[in-house]
């Protein structure tokens, strides 16, 4: 069997309201694809990722780079595959867009063989440590209005977030240190003393500054402060962690078990967060994940994005190892984001209808259980949201 093409689509659509983080707002919902086709008929599904311009530019590493390097090799050799690329594009980039390119290449690679082999990717890496996943659902993003008013309305989403069933919440912060502490109180309001909710700052912060928001954040009893500072200050995370009783989590931003090494051994993390569609895909995610349980760092993964994203995070949250063990060990958890998603919601011929799941199942979702990621995209609905 042999490669024959590697395409990317990318899709888009306008966002029915304006959405933002501490970094930027956006309006349009982005996603993007990579399918590997094979000569024996079996195809495989990726996704990269990066939004907007981001997927643009990617898809020429995909299809102007990667693919000329890997066409007319087996699918089946992913990790020769893996590694030709990676040494190859080395000299340009061992961080960042190349390897969200490649993590997508990855992923497909790896639907393929449980395609192949007839089983699910969870069987692939090893079994499955639990048949169903417990779900946060974040929202509260930021909106360019005065904080009082996104106050009042963070309190009503949370409630909201909670009365669905999830497990837990996630909110934005990034309009200040006193700006965000008003709106992370407002969370606290609006899911009551016992419902655990984390909180995002998307690197904006200076050390200091995210101590005063880490402080007032213990006081709401708040379980997560994620990305506080740049992903480069590796001292102040450390610092950051030594400081405060709140968890630190991060990582998104990194890649690659050689960036994840020097992470993990500054200590400046109390949950990591590998985000599989850009580190390096599947094969990378197994080795990252292998560093962070040697360094007895609990791992709860990033994800942002379509169906194909969702489905590959909970086949690797389901065949997760349990840290430390134990009758009761501590269990991750799958990331879900719940301001519109079309790409997430109606991608597949089969929906996950991850919603349904977690109000009918105490904030839990199960596995798929079909050939590889287990789940088919629906090409119509390519067809029509795809912009390049």
């Known amino acids: 069997m042999k490669i024959t093409k590697v395409t990317s689509h990318v899709l888009q659509y306008d966002l029915p309201e304006l959405l933002g983080y501490s970094q930027q707002y956006y309006s349009k919902r982005s996603a993007h694809l990579v399918e590997v086709t094979t000569d024996g008929g079996i195809t495989g599904w990726g996704e990269c990722f990066g ?37 190859l594009l080395r000299d340009h980039g061992q961080k960042g867009m190349p390897m969200q390119s490649l993590s997508g290449v990855d992923i497909a690679l790896w639907d393929i ?38 106050a009042a309305k963070f309190t009503e989403e949370a409630a909201k977030i909670k009365d669905m069933g999830f497990a837990a919440t996630k909110m934005k912060v990034g309009h200040g240190p006193k700006a965000d502490i008003q709106l992370a109180t407002a969370v606290r309001k609006g899911v009551g003393d016992d419902y655990p909710f984390m909180v995002d700052a998307n690197h904006c912060y200076t050390t200091s ?44 931003a990194e890649f690659n078990r050689w960036g994840w090494r020097e992470l993990l051994e500054c200590r400046g993390l109390d949950i990591a967060q590998p985000e599989v569609c850009a580190l390096g895909g599947i094969s990378e995610y197994l080795r990252v994940l292998a560093l962070c349980h040697a ?56 929906p996950l209808n991850i919603q349904q799941q977690v109000a009918n199942n105490a904030g839990r979702v199960a596995i798929p259980h079909g050939p590889g990621l287990g789940v088919v995209p629906d090409r119509d609905f390519i067809a029509r949201y795809k912009i390049s």
Do not use: C
């Open 209 to 252: 500054d995210a101590f005063n928001v880490g402080r007032a954040l213990e006081e709401l009893d708040a379980y997560w402060l994620e990305e506080p500072i740049a992903p480069e200050d590796r001292n102040g995370y450390r610092e950051l962690r030594a400081g405060l009783k709140i968890n630190i989590s991060g990582g998104e």
């Open 51 to 87: 939004p907007g311009n981001i997927a643009i530019a990617n898809q020429a590493i995909v299809e102007k780079v990667i693919q000329p390097l890997v066409l007319g090799m087996n699918p089946l050799d992913r990790d020769v595959i893996w590694h030709k690329v990676y040494n």
């Open 295 to 350: 360094h007895f760092t609990p791992v709860v993964n990033h994800v942002w994005g379509s169906a194909i994203a969702v489905s590959t995070n909970l086949h690797l949250l389901a065949a997760m190892p349990p840290l430390p063990g134990g009758l009761h060990p501590w269990e991750p958890m799958l990331e879900f984001d719940t301001t519109d998603n079309k790409f997430r919601d109606e991608l597949l011929e089969t």
């Open 113 to 150: 063989a449980g395609k192949v082999a007839g089983l699910p990717l969870y069987q692939m890496i090893g079994g499955t440590h639990r048949d169903s996943v417990a779900v946060y659902g974040y929202g509260m993003m930021l909106k360019p209005e005065p904080v009082n008013e996104l």
